[in-house]
């Protein structure tokens, strides 16, 4: 099987080929960098995640951290992994060079994160998570706070978590009960529990930094009146380092189906109402400086999905060409030789929509960082403002399709290697299980729907959605290769038929139809998601029908592009027809989920 975790042709394609990321360099806040560095970069994370992450993938997922009642043990590979991560300066990569980091690209810190993610996604939640909290506190905190916490949560020596989900409220964070008191001190006591916080204890750094979101006395009801804190695992003496506990306790570990390696806990703050909190920014201002982190979140979620979906892909492909089964016509003779599985036109759809997925899923992803690339670096305002409004209609989109159909890509690679992938000698069924993960967290794809319906549409008096046309109008006016023309008018019908229907959508949820729509919304997210993806593999095939008419094109690059070409008329002849039946719903405003009453299941 295949040693490389990322093919280098498939991310030379997204990063150089796709998008224009060396042009990235001809920007003020770039200059300093070049091809070379971005590849030297790239080639160190790989390095790390093959020697470090992936060694260790397996063992992490068979032995979980455990909690003695007083420390959480886990493997000391994970230790090793975290040091190196920290030792290659990538926790700062997106950070100013004033502030000790590299100032790199957001597409290539996406890059290098693939390799880590295709690695060991459970190991790399550490550094992840601190790399998210420190810029939260980077954006938002005073002075003191950025002082105090971000130079050792840059170096490693402090990790970070995100601490928002309660026991009784799940995704609703207008139900949070956890309190802070201002104190005399001019500080905070807070106290609450909060559950599901990944990263929330272990021993990796001297410190954790927990961002808490609780609710002020006398605050405002709902989320107008939440307010965010660091809260430290131990406070900070007047030196700055870790000095006497903060009253927060490991109250246990939850254990998972997958992402096993990184702690999944339940946390206590203010027992002993001693629960040391410093407010970040303003009071009651707490959940809109969450959602820089959460936002984020989202987007790491779904490269995540397409990079866990990659893996189980590559692994299957590389069994597909190994395995022999059966004779396949007209070899299908008992004296003629065994074929390859791949050679089976079933084999060939599975590994097909797999490719078409993950592949897919990575264009879309890379995409979405090179928004946030332009969102800070584009040379006007307007321009930037552009950038940031087609990511926020998007988001919910990079999120939710990549981890909806990720996990489906790593079901069929369980299915290509049949009886042996439902073992757990084989990685896949692992893969299955740390991707599931990735529908349910950071927002459910369900909220991602309802997020896209209700809000991410009509913002900015849906200037997003005008942005997002005249993206794809200018993309498929340019296209000039045969295939590529003949999906682009596949997809338009499709296209037109979203057009016409978004009006109606916003008469419905004007009208008492509203609770019925809302019902469907995850049609409309089918719908958007199919029409953007097929976007993305025509950009896809458009390249690799340029990149073969050069002449004296190498067998394995010429290979490399067929196979983008292929793959894009399986995306839009196979998947895309899908959504029919979403637009019949929709435009019926079918009541039968909406309907349905408890007592009725």
Not at 248 to 266: C, D, E, F, Q
Not at 274 to 303: K, P, S, T, W
Not at 367 to 388: G, I, P, Q
Not at 493 to 509: F, G, N, R, T, W
Request: glycine content about 8%; charged content about 20%; some cysteine.
């Amino acid at each position: 099987m295949s040693n490389e975790l990322v093919k280098r042709k498939e991310m030379a394609f997204q990063l150089y080929e796709l998008l224009d990321t060396e042009g990235l360099c001809g920007r003020e806040r770039f200059v300093e960098h070049n091809r070379e560095t971005f590849d030297a970069v790239l080639e160190i994370a790989n390095k790390i995640a093959t020697e470090k992450f992936a060694t260790h993938n397996a063992k992490g997922d068979a032995n979980e951290p455990t909690f003695d009642g007083k420390k959480v043990h886990m493997i000391p590979e994970v230790q090793e992994a975290f040091d190196a991560y920290v030792e290659s300066g990538l926790l700062a990569g997106r950070f100013d060079f004033d502030e000790g980091g590299m100032q790199l690209p957001e597409t290539i810190m996406t890059a290098c994160a693939g390799y880590f993610m295709a690695a060991n996604p459970s190991s790399t939640g550490y550094p992840f998570l601190t790399m998210a909290a420190a810029n939260v506190i980077r954006n938002f905190a005073s002075a003191q706070l950025k002082e105090a916490f971000m130079p050792k949560m840059l170096s490693g020596k402090f990790t970070g978590t995100m601490a928002l989900t309660e026991p009784h409220a799940g995704s609703s964070l207008a139900d949070i009960h956890t309190t802070a008191i201002k104190h005399e001190d001019g500080n905070y006591r807070l106290k609450g529990n909060k559950i599901y916080i990944s990263g929330g204890d272990h021993e990796l750094s001297d410190n954790i930094v927990h961002l808490v979101l609780a609710k002020i006395k006398g605050a405002p009801a709902g989320v107008k009146g939440i307010s965010l804190f660091v809260v430290p695992k131990y406070r900070l003496d007047d030196s700055g380092n870790p000095a006497e506990r903060n009253d927060v306790a490991l109250a246990g570990l939850i254990h998972k189906m997958g992402y096993r390696g990184t702690t999944s806990t339940a946390l206590s703050f203010g027992e002993n109402q001693d629960c040391h909190g410093y407010l970040i920014g303003e009071e009651h201002q707490g959940l809109g400086y969450m959602f820089l982190m959460m936002n984020e979140a989202r987007l790491g979620v779904g490269f995540g999905a397409a990079m866990v979906g990659y893996s189980g892909y590559q692994y299957s492909l590389a069994y597909a060409k190994e395995r022999t089964q059966g004779r396949v016509a007209p070899n299908n003779k008992p004296t003629d030789k065994p074929a390859t599985i791949i050679q089976h036109g079933d084999v060939k759809r599975m590994l097909l929509a797999q490719k078409s997925y993950v592949e897919g899923a990575m264009a879309l992803c890379f995409y979405a960082a090179r928004l946030v690339d332009d969102a800070h670096t584009l040379s006007t305002d307007d321009e930037r403002k552009h950038a940031s409004e087609l990511l926020d209609l998007l988001t919910p989109i990079v999120k939710a399709w990549p981890s909806e159909y990720g996990p489906k890509a790593n079901d069929l690679a369980i299915q290509v290697l049949g009886g042996a992938g439902y073992t757990r000698e084989y990685p896949v069924e692992q893969c299955w299980r740390d991707n599931r993960l990735n529908p349910i967290h950071e927002g459910t794809n369900g909220i991602q729907a309802l997020d896209l319906l209700t809000r991410k549409l009509w913002q900015a008096k849906g200037a997003g959605l005008k942005l997002l046309q005249q993206r794809m109008e200018s993309d498929f006016a340019s296209i000039k290769g045969e295939q590529s023309q003949q999906l682009i008018a596949s997809l338009l019908p499709y296209l037109e038929q979203m057009q016409s229907l978004i009006p109606m959508l916003a008469q419905h949820l004007q009208s008492d139809k509203q609770a019925t729509l809302l019902a469907n919304a995850t049609c409309f997210m089918n719908i958007f998601g199919q029409i953007v993806m097929s976007w993305m593999w025509i950009r896809q095939a458009n390249v690799a029908e340029i990149a073969l008419q050069a002449s004296g094109l190498p067998d394995d690059d010429e290979a490399f592009y067929l196979g983008k070409v292929q793959a894009a008329k399986y995306f839009v002849r196979w998947e895309l027809p899908e959504i029919q039946r979403d637009f019949a719903l929709l435009k019926d405003m079918d009541d039968s989920c909406s309907e349905m009453q408890a007592d009725w299941f």
